[in-house]
């Protein structure tokens, strides 16, 4: 059986460990060799980020998130054999692993981070499919060629060097489409590396239940069992006519990923619909001062965000929350498309100064809407406002010096409120 050595990348017959260094870390699958579709999936990517910049903490559990009235962003594998998880209210998360540290996000490294891996990949191939910044699809097809070596010889160094030159793990699933693929690069967290075959494909799936289907959420999955449909050998049992009839469109793609079929090409250029940030307060606040402050740092988050993905936003969008989660969105309509952050946070601004509502609330988000390529965006600045591209200039200066000497190079003032 074809095996492959994860460490010294040796490729080999069937055995435990590698003939050429002994090690365990070791890959073996009929059709390892044959696959070309994979999803590479970081390892509690903002966590991973954080011990490999403080050390100090490599052994302890580790959140990044807000304060005790936020949410977890992401829990290391440490803090998660206790409970916890992302998008879990951070008092939660604390009841659960008390003892844990709780670091609040950096946006910026995070992306420059991402963009490093996403060089990487780069040299493996052009069909990149972004999911966000610390996962993303990729095609393989036809590549064995150009580099000498099979796909997943390719993806096992991507995974190495991630580890040596950037100092963060992922986990390569590896099948024959996006689908499986993506199942695949959960079965062996952290720095794993599984592949599911062509032919154990319904065999793998049959006593799985739905709710690894990607995209079915807490009401989809209700909606499933409802119908009797727990595992995949429920929904094998429905005709396609019959799931239609249940389901609406989605009984289509349902009928097809019950057989594991998923005719989805990797596209480079996935549509993008939006592109936000928020922060939920310790406190409530109708503080404008406090206000204003997040809403620069969100606003240059996104800027981040969308500077990483190479987009840019027609549509900028506020929102607000208040104690008792009643929801505000108001949203202003830009004359050209933009990914700057200072074009953002004035459109935001005002959005605020307009709104007539004192508040408190207890969370702020500031995002972009109706996303484009970035080259269709910031071309001429805003007429009326002499200033803007100067401003534009400077930004992109300041982007410059952020990326060669830190995210905390150059911080604004009202960035500090």
């Known amino acids: 059986m074809p095996s492959l050595c994860r460490d010294c990348l040796t490729c080999f017959e069937t055995g435990s460990r590698c003939p050429s260094c002994g090690g365990p870390r070791v890959i073996a699958h009929p059709e390892l060799m044959e696959l070309t579709i994979a999803h590479m999936d970081c390892d509690a990517f903002y966590a991973s980020v954080e011990k490999r910049d403080h050390p100090e903490l490599r052994d302890r559990p580790v959140i990044v998130g807000g304060g005790r009235r936020g949410v977890v962003s992401t829990a290391c594998y440490i803090a998660r054999i206790k409970g916890v998880r992302s998008a879990m209210p951070m008092f939660q998360a604390l009841k659960l692993c008390p003892e844990a ?40 097809t036809g590549t064995a060629r150009l580099h000498g070596a099979p796909p997943a010889v390719m993806l096992a160094r991507l995974a190495k060097r991630m580890e040596e030159e950037i100092g963060v793990s992922g986990s390569i699933g590896l099948s024959h489409n996006k689908f499986l693929a993506k199942i695949a690069s959960d079965l062996d967290k952290p720095r794993g590396f599984a592949v599911i075959g062509r032919a154990e494909t319904a065999d793998f799936l049959r006593d799985r239940p739905v709710g690894m289907i990607w995209g079915v959420g807490q009401a989809g999955q209700a ?39 998923d005719a989805r090409r990797v596209t480079r250029d996935r549509a993008v619909k939006s ?3 928020e922060t939920t307060f310790s406190e409530d606040t109708a503080d404008r001062e406090i206000l204003d402050g997040h809403i620069w740092r969100m606003s240059e988050k996104v800027s981040d965000r969308a500077k990483a993905q190479d987009r840019a936003g027609r549509v900028v969008v506020l929102k607000l929350k208040r104690a008792d989660f009643a929801l505000v969105t108001r949203r202003h309509a830009l004359r050209e498309p933009t990914q700057m952050a200072d074009t953002i946070y004035r459109a935001a601004r005002a959005l605020h100064e307009q709104l007539g509502q004192p508040g408190p609330w ?30 534009a200039a400077a930004e992109r200066a300041t982007d410059a010096i952020r990326a060669r000497f830190g995210a905390d190079a150059i911080r604004k003032g009202r960035g500090l409120r």
Request: proline content about 4%.
């Open 101 to 140: 540290v709780v670091v609040k996000g950096r946006m910026e490294v995070y992306v420059e981070t991402s963009r490093r891996i996403r060089a990487l990949m780069e040299e493996l191939t052009p069909a990149i499919e972004p999911l966000s910044l610390d996962e993303a699809f990729l095609d393989l």
């Open 223 to 261: 909606a499933l069992n409802a119908a009797g449909i727990r595992t995949f050998a429920d929904l094998r049992r429905w005709d396609q006519k019959a799931l239609m009839t249940r389901f609406g469109s989605m009984g289509q793609r349902l009928y097809h990923l019950a057989r594991g079929e």
């Open 275 to 277: 592109i936000s940030s």
């Open 362 to 391: 207890r969370l702020l988000g500031v995002g972009l809407a109706e996303i484009v390529p970035a080259a269709k965006g910031d071309l001429s600045g805003d007429l009326l406002d002499p200033d803007s591209r100067r401003r």
